[in-house]
């Protein structure tokens, strides 16, 4: 019997603030960020990787809350969890006590969802696959069942679900041969961050369409005057087919969101993204009906899967972005992912930040191959940064991302990053 027989957590820093990378309306300065955990078992040869994703300070109590719950996995057996993973899912979705500090939210529902990713990490390390195929080996019926349905079927019945899944089963092999084939689309946010000036603006524009990217996002919200502005140089620099959207990081309120919207409509913008809290479900209605056509998207600071129903209830969104590490892990993005295709919106994952492109690209493609109406439409953001961080650093070529086909969640990262990056105590930290 394989056993777990241990736990680290590390809070990983990089210092990316100092060339302002990740610079928007709502976080001038983030340090990238990751809470890794690895579970250890009595296999020396197997070892299970999951994180959550923060951006600089708190990540210490992120890592605090995942080493509380890792804890509890040491002793068990490790064939137990894998083969029935819904049962860790509940039993650490629904601990009374736990359940105080959300329920289904913040940082003890991320540290349950770096836990999850770990079982499934551990669960494809042992089938000798990538997770996007260990979902994909799962039959409809399998899928329904790992899905806590207790607050969202009454929006997608189970029953229902499993007929989703079951119409595409005659696509499936076709919609794997296009994958391996060509991939999914990547849409860079790399030209986009507001801390850049026009020149950096303009060059890394310019250098996204000879990289092959048929979609740039700039971040806007800070100043509606200087967002015209860079719109049109960025228009300029890419020419009428590319597709441009933008991302106000939650900076508005709703009257200011479809006033700033209305004033970019000329820009012909493929998906505005966070226009405004991220909690603000009837407010997201009103701004997509205020500025319709222009399509609102939002997904990335999604809590839970009954945050992301009640936007697809109102009508509010025609792009879900779904995020790797916010929600609760495999499950949590099934729902999702189901919900999503039930009401027939574009799912576009968020990524960048460090470790987000490597681990959501797999749900993505268990979206394109299972799920998606038109998996054509599929785009995951792409940005170019500490992907060798990572022991499998995603591949992305000619604008497109390439199907991995090493084992697990995409979620380990290197030994060295570890001991350069661990905060404070890492030779990045540590040495003045
Ligand atoms: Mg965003």
């Given at each position: 019997m394989t056993t777990i027989t241990g736990s680290s957590v590390v809070d990983l820093r990089y210092p990316t603030s100092k060339q302002l990378d990740g610079s928007d309306a709502m976080n001038p300065d983030p340090d990238y960020s990751a809470a890794y955990l690895q579970l250890f078992t009595s296999d020396t040869d197997l070892t299970g990787h999951g994180f959550a994703f923060a951006i600089g300070r708190g990540n210490d109590i992120q890592a605090a809350a995942i080493e509380a719950l890792a804890g509890r996995l040491i002793g068990r057996d490790v064939d137990g969890m894998c083969d029935d993973p819904a049962a860790v899912n509940r039993e650490l979705l629904w601990d009374s006590q736990l359940r105080w500090f959300g329920p289904d939210k913040g940082i003890m529902h991320m540290a349950i969802g770096t836990i999850m990713t770990a079982v499934w990490d551990l669960r494809s390390r042992r089938e000798q696959r990538p997770l996007w195929a260990s979902l994909l080996a799962l039959s409809p019926a399998e899928v329904v069942a790992l899905v806590d349905w207790t607050y969202i079927g009454d929006y997608l019945d189970p029953g229902e679900a499993r007929?989703?899944?079951?119409?595409?089963?005659?696509d499936r092999a076709s919609r794997v041969a296009s994958l391996e084939a060509e991939g999914i689309a990547a849409y860079t946010t790399t030209p986009g961050w507001l801390g850049y000036d026009d020149d950096k603006l303009v060059r890394l524009c310019t250098e996204a369409v000879a990289d092959g990217f048929a979609t740039i996002k700039l971040k806007v919200g800070a100043d509606s005057e200087e967002d015209r502005r860079r719109l049109a140089l960025a228009r300029e620099a890419v020419g009428p087919d590319?597709?441009?959207?933008?991302?106000?990081n939650q900076f508005w309120s709703v009257p200011d969101a479809i006033l700033a919207i209305e004033n970019l409509q000329e820009f012909d913008l493929r998906w505005v993204e966070e226009p405004t809290h991220p909690d603000d479900m009837v407010g997201h209605a009103e701004i997509a009906r205020a500025v319709n056509p222009v399509p609102i998207a939002t997904g990335e600071m999604l809590a839970s899967p009954v945050m992301a129903k009640q936007l697809l209830q109102l009508d509010a969104i025609s792009v879900l972005q779904i995020d790797a590490t916010r929600m609760a892990g495999v499950h949590d993005l099934l729902?999702?992912?189901?919900m999503a295709a039930h009401a027939g919106v574009d799912v576009i994952p968020h990524a960048g930040g460090v470790g987000l492109c490597e681990a959501v690209q797999h749900y993505a493609y268990f979206h394109a191959v299972a799920l998606a109406p038109e998996p054509s439409r599929m785009e995951i953001e792409y940005v170019d940064h500490l992907h060798d961080q990572l022991r499998v650093p995603v591949r992305v070529d000619n604008g497109r991302y390439v199907l991995p086909s090493e084992p697990g969640a995409g979620t380990a990262f290197t030994p060295e990053t570890v001991t350069e990056f661990s905060f404070p105590e890492g030779t990045e930290w540590a040495t003045p």
């Open positions: 007929e989703l899944l079951e119409q595409r089963l005659p590319i597709n441009i959207a933008v991302d106000a729902a999702t992912m189901l």
